[in-house]
């Protein structure tokens, strides 16, 4: 898959979370944290999508 533009717009609280959460060691930064939670989401739907088919 090829890569694409995402623009997030968030408030200083999800930003906050996202710096914590980076902190904790979780992703190198807010960009990486964001494309971890975008794949993370994205094999998700797919395996819900698996179960569906029959």
Avoid: F, P, W, Y
């Avoid at 609280?13 to 807010?30: F, H, K, S």
């Avoid at 964001?34 to 029959?54: C, F, H, P, V």
């Amino acid at each position: 898959m090829g890569d694409r533009i995402v623009t997030l717009t968030l408030n200083q609280q999800q930003l906050e979370l996202l710096d914590r959460t980076v902190a904790r060691g979780v992703a190198a930064d807010r960009a990486a944290l964001i494309r971890l939670a975008l794949r993370e989401q994205a094999e998700k739907q797919a395996r819900q999508g698996q179960g569906n088919s029959r």
